[in-house]
């Protein structure tokens, strides 16, 4: 029976409760589709802090390298706010992605047929389904450029630089264009190319990579007007592909168009198939411990890494098939309504029920 070996970096808040369903549904998953899973615990974020004073101890990203992949709680909160940026919990997040090589960020945004009615926007805008994969390079532009605080003729300010080079551009374009041949074949690039240099960098490398896919039809959009047509028109996306910052926000705008956050997978990937999966929501101090998170996003995190690091498919279709039935019986409170005809359940509750569907 092969076996494959998972680094768990529950993290802060409300990070262990959902991770803790989401190896409910993996053990489910195994056990139906004949693998086995051995989870080494390491710790990320404020609980490292906490426990080592760092948030990315080396022995967690070298648990992460000799793992075949990393699922991922979440991480932060207003206990480490007066922690210097270096070493709050956020900077343990993205040294992990930058210790892993981890360049891709997988985000879709999909409408489950159950919560059309949960979605802000009108039945009429989303259609009878939505489905967008918003692919976001994610270890390069703002977030790792230089950065810094100065004092200019008496007035402080600070800075933080937009930088991408032509292969990170390639390398993530590549992902994106490779994406779209296996889904509708329509790419869309978003950037700022009307006003940044970096963007019309962007724009030319992804122009000259489109000769290769001949079959993908490559669009371009300004960052302003892509927030825009999300919600006018969501339908006319498939694949979008953009940079770091733009992508972290198109993404998480794009989650609410699906009705609640708390549904929305991700998979950061990097060479040879190494990924961490996580859910795109944050930690939720406020409701940590109240047994009230939704675990679907990062049960679907699961799910994508059966897909997309351990080469195992079927099993990933029975999470997701099993994500699709609970449903239409149960619900979180944070896509509970009362006309839905649904048991409102918490966090445990809805992880069991998950497991006992698969």
Same mark, same amino acid.
């Given at each position: 029976?092969?076996?494959?070996?998972?680094?768990?970096?529950?993290?802060?808040?409300?990070?262990?409760?959902?991770?803790?369903?989401?190896?409910?549904?993996?053990?489910?998953?195994?056990?139906?589709?004949?693998?086995?899973?051995?989870?080494?615990?390491?710790?990320?974020?404020?609980?490292?802090?906490?426990?080592?004073?760092?948030?990315?101890?080396?022995?967690?990203?070298?648990?992460?390298?000799?793992?075949?992949?990393?699922?991922?709680?979440?991480?932060?909160?207003?206990?480490?706010?007066? =922690?210097?940026?270096?070493?709050?919990?956020?900077?343990?997040?993205?040294?992990?992605?930058?210790?892993?090589?981890?360049?891709?960020?997988?985000?879709?945004?999909?409408?489950?047929?159950?919560?059309?009615?949960?979605?802000?926007?009108?039945?009429?805008?989303?259609?009878?389904?939505?489905?967008?994969?918003?692919?976001?390079?994610?270890?390069?532009?703002?977030?790792?450029?230089?950065?810094?605080?100065?004092?200019?003729?008496?007035?402080?300010?600070?800075?933080?630089?937009?930088?991408?080079?032509?292969?990170?551009?390639?390398?993530?374009?590549?992902?994106?264009?490779?994406?779209?041949?296996?889904?509708?074949?329509?790419?869309?690039?978003?950037?700022?190319?009307?006003?940044?240099?970096?963007?019309?960098?962007?724009?030319?490398?992804?122009?000259?990579?489109?000769?290769?896919?001949? $079959?993908? =039809?490559?669009?371009?959009?300004?960052?302003?007007?892509?927030?825009?047509?999300?919600?006018?028109?969501?339908?006319?996306?498939?694949?979008?592909? *953009?940079?770091?910052?733009?992508?972290?926000?198109?993404?998480?705008?794009?989650?609410?168009?699906?009705?609640?956050?708390?549904?929305?997978?991700?998979?950061?990937?990097?060479?040879?198939?190494?990924?961490?999966?996580?859910?795109?929501?944050?930690?939720?101090? $406020?409701?940590?411990?109240?047994?009230?998170?939704?675990?679907?996003?990062?049960?679907?995190?699961?799910?994508?890494?059966?897909?997309?690091?351990?080469?195992?498919?079927?099993?990933?279709? !029975?999470?997701?098939?099993?994500?699709?039935?609970?449903?239409?019986?149960?619900?979180?409170?944070?896509?509970? *309504?009362?006309?839905?005809?649904?048991?409102?359940?918490?966090?445990?509750?809805?992880?069991?029920?998950?497991? !006992?569907?698969?």
């Amino acid at each position: 029976m092969k076996t494959y070996k998972i680094a768990v970096l529950k993290g802060d808040g409300i990070g262990p409760e959902i991770v803790d369903q989401a190896i409910k549904a993996l053990d489910q998953a195994a056990k139906k589709h004949g693998f086995a899973v051995d989870y080494d615990y390491q710790l990320l974020g404020g609980a490292a802090i906490d426990a080592t004073g760092s948030p990315l101890p080396e022995a967690t990203i070298e648990a992460c390298r000799n793992a075949s992949s990393v699922l991922l709680g979440a991480v932060g909160g207003p206990k480490w706010d007066k =922690e210097p940026g270096s070493n709050r919990p956020e900077a343990g997040l993205l040294g992990i992605r930058k210790a892993l090589g981890l360049y891709a960020n997988l985000r879709p945004a999909v409408i489950f047929a159950p919560l059309r009615d949960a979605s802000p926007l009108k039945p009429e805008i989303t259609g009878e389904s939505l489905d967008i994969m918003v692919v976001r390079e994610l270890t390069g532009g703002i977030y790792f450029g230089d950065r810094g605080t100065e004092e200019i003729g008496g007035v402080q300010s600070a800075y933080d630089t937009e930088r991408y080079s032509v292969p990170e551009i390639q390398r993530i374009a590549r992902v994106a264009f490779d994406m779209a041949r296996k889904r509708n074949r329509r790419l869309c690039s978003v950037d700022k190319a009307n006003v940044l240099d970096s963007s019309r960098l962007w724009r030319a490398t992804v122009n000259r990579l489109a000769a290769e896919y001949p $079959d993908v =039809e490559l669009t371009h959009l300004y960052v302003d007007n892509t927030a825009m047509q999300l919600v006018r028109n969501p339908g006319q996306f498939d694949v979008i592909v *953009t940079s770091n910052m733009f992508g972290d926000i198109l993404s998480d705008e794009a989650s609410m168009i699906s009705g609640s956050i708390g549904m929305l997978a991700s998979a950061s990937l990097g060479e040879g198939g190494l990924g961490l999966y996580e859910p795109i929501h944050g930690s939720a101090p $406020d409701i940590a411990g109240q047994d009230a998170a939704n675990p679907l996003a990062t049960i679907l995190s699961a799910a994508m890494m059966l897909r997309y690091s351990l080469d195992q498919p079927e099993a990933a279709r !029975s999470i997701e098939n099993a994500v699709a039935a609970v449903l239409t019986q149960a619900r979180t409170r944070d896509i509970y *309504t009362e006309d839905s005809g649904c048991r409102l359940v918490g966090c445990q509750e809805m992880g069991n029920l998950v497991a !006992s569907l698969i």
